[in-house]
């Protein structure tokens, strides 16, 4: 795990640096998850699934993609954003491409990976390898971490 980590840190340490990106620190995604952990969680999941599958892919992209995928500057469980919050999983992917291009230099691929990480919601299917693998990352991730959250009550 040691290696994924360092590879996320070599990969995106500017993206980490980014003052906005640390903002995300104060949003909550699922659960009790901040969005830039989960952005984290899934950036380390994807190079696991990369891997373990043996799925050649530029592991760069990946990481890149996977750290923006959910860079969509708001509290989306905030009152304030209430016309946002049913619509949310549908909107935020261009959203956070948008922000994404205001920060960062990215290449096709990585944008593929920000609009399409939500797909069956985009409507248009991920088309390169890399963004499939974080759609597939993020699903995960996101899964595990709402379950975490409900595990805690029980039901009797």
Known sequence: MKKIEDEVKAYGSDILLNEHHKQTRKD??????????????????SLLIAETLHI?????????????????????????????FRLHGFFHPGIALRNAEKEFPLSEKEKDIIKKHMWPLTIAPPVCREAWIVSMADKYCSMLETLRRRGKSRVG
């Open 56 to 84: 050649p892919c530029d592991r760069r992209v990946l990481v890149r993609g996977a750290l923006l995928h959910d860079f969509f500057l708001y509290d989306w469980h905030n009152k304030e954003h209430a016309n946002i």
């Open 28 to 45: 909550i995604q699922h659960g009790r998850m901040s969005v830039r952990s989960h952005m984290v969680s899934v950036a380390e999941c």
